[in-house]
């Protein structure tokens, strides 16, 4: 069994531009989440897909963006990147309907 | 509006000492609870969770945690502590009704276990 997937595992960029990291979900999971983890602080939802659609959504701005494919694998798009999005990035795939979620080891982003 | 409190945010413990991380919650409704175990420079890994039932779970690896509802309060425990349990610890939230992609975590509890 493939556990969850996570690329690239670091990114350097500056602020302004934009970024798009990417989740494969663990085999046999047909929704992902996405969370991001500040430093010193708890993941924070950012938003959820199933079946290709958004399936709840944090406090965050319209600037973070996802999509869902029909593989199941997600992209997360951030636009107009500010010093404050420098975090980590984790990515949770699930059943639906299950309440647990799986993690990836996360993508470091790092914005200056 | 769900919380989660942890209210140590380092905890020093020596070797094979008994352990105990505290969570308290906040819910207007009923929940689901889970503690998360990371490890430096990993993702999140599952350590337990409550649905429902028993109020006691365990983990595979000596940990359990405790739900009591009228305390709102989901402790975790492990008796004798091993160097490999050094890590941070989360606990988190899922309201039974609403979105299941919404666990709103605490701010972690840095477990280190000295020699």
């Known amino acids: 069994e493939t556990g969850v997937t996570q690329s690239p595992t670091h990114l350097i960029k500056t602020r302004g531009q934009q970024v798009t990291l990417r989740c494969s979900s663990q085999s046999g999971h047909n929704t992902v989440s996405w969370y991001q983890q500040a430093l010193g602080q708890g993941p924070q939802f950012i938003f959820q897909?199933?079946?290709?659609?958004?399936?709840g959504r944090g406090n965050f701005p319209p600037r973070f963006s996802g999509l869902q494919f029909p593989n199941y694998s997600s992209e997360l798009n951030v636009n107009a990147l500010e010093l404050d999005d420098s975090a980590l990035y984790l990515c949770a795939s699930s059943s639906k309907g299950a309440l647990e979620q799986y993690f990836g080891p996360g993508t470091r982003l790092t914005v200056t | 509006a769900q919380s989660v409190t942890q209210l140590d945010s380092q905890v020093p413990v020596f070797e094979e000492a008994p352990v105990e991380l505290r969570c308290n919650y906040s819910s207007s409704v009923s929940v689901y609870l889970f503690w998360y175990v990371q490890y430096p420079n990993q993702g999140l890994q599952l350590l337990l969770k409550y649905l429902s039932g028993s109020t006691l779970v365990e983990s595979i690896n000596g940990f359990e945690a405790e739900f009591n509802k009228s305390q709102t309060s989901f402790h975790l425990r492990k008796p004798s502590v091993h160097i490999s349990d050094t890590a941070e610890y989360f606990c988190?939230?899922?309201?039974?009704?609403?979105?299941?992609?919404?666990?709103?975590f605490g701010k972690g509890t840095k477990l280190s276990v000295k020699p």
């Open positions: 988190a939230v899922s309201e039974s009704t609403g979105s299941q992609g919404n666990l709103i």
């Open positions: 897909y199933y079946r290709e659609e958004e399936n």
